[in-house]
């Protein structure tokens, strides 16, 4: 009922008589209501019309019959607004019970109870109904006044009570619109800051990188130098020691030609007591560990500065992709010992336009997370390269404890992190997100708990920027 008009009553009573007595009261034949016009006429000396108020007065002779009726009228979108329920009905449920049943199905109707006597008391009855706003009582025999009166206020009762429900639920929606107005202004504050926070710790990454990478310079610069010389003098004196074998051999050869004599006996005797065969096999591998330990060295100091490049005024720079990979691996190689063993799948790769330093650092937090998921026993670490059309990517897969489900949405969100307190700031992979992104790239995790976790990263091979 969109006015919320509600004239429909039902009565519930075993008494044929009492329908009868109702239907006149309430829902009077049109001859009687023009009789009693005539009549008021009569009596004030002019023609009175009033406008009596109308009701729909249906009818149901048990608490079951007056059930079925009620159901069928809310299936109806048709309710009753009050129901007139006799408390004694023979053969049946009585009138408690009745009320019972009908507040089950409807709990806004309204009930009056017709009763001469009861087998409750007033009191009982309320406390049993637990309804003390729905329910009143009408006592027979009733007057007619008295029930036209009772029926038009409760109807009146059931209408406001329904406006006031409609208020309510107005005002919950627009408190509920409120509501999420004020939650999406929350949410989007909370992205502002968290968005906020996460460039403010990029640039303290990139303020690092670049100290790392004029330190990585300057070490360099003086670590080269004496690089240099050691690598230098490692060759003279292998070639010295060669010089020195050849020498050698010609003394051990005129040794034997000149045969058992005073000369010959104390060389040899030297020879044995400094071991002079193990001298011959040993120096050779010696200054050949030596020469890979400077090697080692100088490549050490060329992948950190390969990994901190800094990235001159952020201007996108051309960048071997599977340099910088094998670069980061070298880097935290301590990391990675003990872990995993690493598997390397490259396919050839263009240069891509980037900032190298920024992209290395992407790599070092997948590889470092995949090292850190790998449990007690050793594990593998594959990293991968494939060149697809203006993409390149790179994918960084584990065999570790795998992400749960419900924690793969959120891997990328600032100060997510799963590991123990003290143990992540949570920011390693919100970080690359927010440099992938920079790239015009994508990042995408797939997981399976108890198996691995493989990253992908996708790349534009140029960058939209003239270089």
């Not at 249906?58 to 309710?79: F, H, I, M, W």
């Not at 009763?115 to 706003?133: C, G, I, K, N």
């Not at 409609?166 to 919950?172: N, S």
């Not at 070092?364 to 850190?372: E, K, R, T």
Request: hydrophobic letters at 40%; a negative charge; proline letters at 4%.
């Amino acid at each position: 009922m969109s006015d919320l008009t509600n004239r429909r009553i039902l009565l519930i009573d075993d008494m044929p008589t009492i329908h009868e007595d109702f239907r006149k009261i309430l829902s009077p034949s049109r001859s009687q209501t023009t009789e009693l016009d005539e009549m008021e006429g009569l009596l004030f000396g002019e023609q009175v019309k009033h406008e009596r108020p109308v009701f729909e007065l249906d009818s149901a002779y048990g608490g079951e019959e007056g059930l079925s009726l009620l159901k069928q009228a809310l299936q109806n979108r048709k309710p009753y607004a009050l129901a007139f329920v006799d408390m004694r009905m023979p053969g049946g449920w009585d009138g408690a019970q009745t009320i019972e049943h009908l507040w089950e199905e409807d709990p806004l109707l309204q009930v009056v109870v017709c009763t001469a006597y009861s087998d409750y008391s007033w009191d009982e009855l309320l406390d049993r109904l637990q309804a003390h706003d729905r329910l009143l009582i009408l006592k027979k025999p009733f007057d007619n006044i008295e029930v036209q009166q009772m029926a038009s206020a409760l109807l009146t009762k059931w209408e406001m009570t329904q406006r006031a429900l409609l208020k309510m639920h107005q005002l919950e929606q627009r408190v509920e619109q409120r509501t999420q107005q004020l939650t999406q202004a929350g949410e989007a504050l909370q992205r502002e800051i968290d968005e906020r926070k996460q460039l403010e710790s990029q640039l303290v990454q990139s303020e690092k990188l670049a100290s790392l990478g004029q330190m990585a310079a300057g070490v360099a610069h003086e670590i080269n130098n004496p690089i240099g010389f050691v690598s230098s003098n490692l060759g003279t004196l292998e070639r010295y020691f060669q010089q020195l074998v050849a020498t050698l051999d010609a003394y051990r050869q005129a040794a034997l030609m000149l045969g058992p004599s005073e000369i010959a006996a104390p060389l040899q005797r030297l020879g044995e007591q400094t071991d002079l065969e193990f001298l011959m096999e040993d120096i050779p591998i010696l200054i050949k560990e030596s020469k890979d330990g400077i090697g080692r060295v100088a490549q050490i100091v060329k992948d950190l500065k390969d990994f901190s490049r800094v990235d001159n005024n952020q201007q996108w720079q051309l960048a071997n992709l599977e340099q910088g990979i094998d670069s980061t691996l070298n880097i935290v190689a301590s990391e990675l010992k003990y872990k995993a063993d690493v598997v390397k799948r490259y396919q050839p790769l263009p240069e891509i336009e980037c900032l190298p330093s920024q992209i290395n650092q992407v790599i070092m937090n997948l590889v470092v997370n995949a090292a850190q998921a790998i449990g007690p026993e050793r594990g593998t670490i594959t990293l991968g390269t494939a060149h697809q059309g203006a993409w390149v990517c790179i994918e960084v897969t584990d065999t570790g404890a795998g992400i749960a489900p419900e924690n793969v949405k959120k891997i990328f969100d600032p100060f997510f992190t799963t590991k123990p307190v003290g143990q992540g700031t949570g920011l390693g992979l919100s970080l690359s997100y927010g440099i992938v992104k920079k790239h015009g790239g994508e990042i995408t995790v797939s997981s399976q708990v108890g198996v691995g976790t493989t990253f992908r990263v996708q790349l534009p091979v140029r960058q939209n920027a003239e270089l």
